[in-house]
């Protein structure tokens, strides 16, 4: 058994999302309702570089299910509909709202996408209502994914050491 252990932050935001720069018309973001395999080849493409395996290991019944219930997807596209990057909800437990994935692929990052992506996202998930919507990131994240989270308005709220586990 791996005993390896990462620093797990854990963030929420209890009031409306900061707002955010607007871009360029060449990108947009939509939410959508993917197919598994849609989904499954985004989430590889995002998620490989940073260690991303709890999906790929579900049992792909159960990620249709999950797919089909209580998710939502934002999905970033540029002008030829190619997919650059996610943000994914889960609302199982609404009015709490967890934010369960969020990325790019590694050829859209650092161009301000990914603020763009999670500002938008959150809006709309503001939007419908939550008490709350709060998440967790750990050591093998992307460098800038706290302050990111902070700049939308996340605030820590827990910081733990945790054993490996699934992604």
């Not at 395999?37 to 590889?44: A, G, S, V």
């Not at 990057?85 to 609302?91: L, N, T, V, Y």
Request: proline content about 7%.
């Amino acid at each position: 058994m791996d005993q390896t252990i990462v620093e797990v932050t854990y963030l929420e935001l209890r009031s409306a999302p900061a707002s955010f720069a607007s871009r360029r018309p060449t990108e947009h973001v939509t939410k959508e309702e993917l197919s598994r395999d849609e989904y499954l080849t985004l989430y590889r493409r995002v998620g490989s570089p940073l260690r991303w395996d709890q999906r790929l290991r579900m049992p792909a019944e159960e990620l249709t299910v999950l797919l089909q219930s209580s998710l939502r997807i934002y999905v970033l596209r540029d002008s030829s509909h190619n997919a650059l990057g996610f943000c994914e909800f889960d609302a199982a437990g609404f009015p709490e709202t967890e934010l369960k994935n969020f990325g790019l692929v590694p050829e859209a990052q650092g161009r301000g996408l990914g603020p763009w992506l999670l500002g938008i996202s959150l809006q709309h998930e503001w939007s419908l209502g939550p008490k709350r919507i709060w998440l967790h990131t750990d050591t093998w994240d992307h460098p800038a994914a706290i302050p990111t989270y902070e700049r939308a308005g996340f605030r820590v709220y827990a910081v733990r050491q945790e054993p490996v586990g699934p992604l």
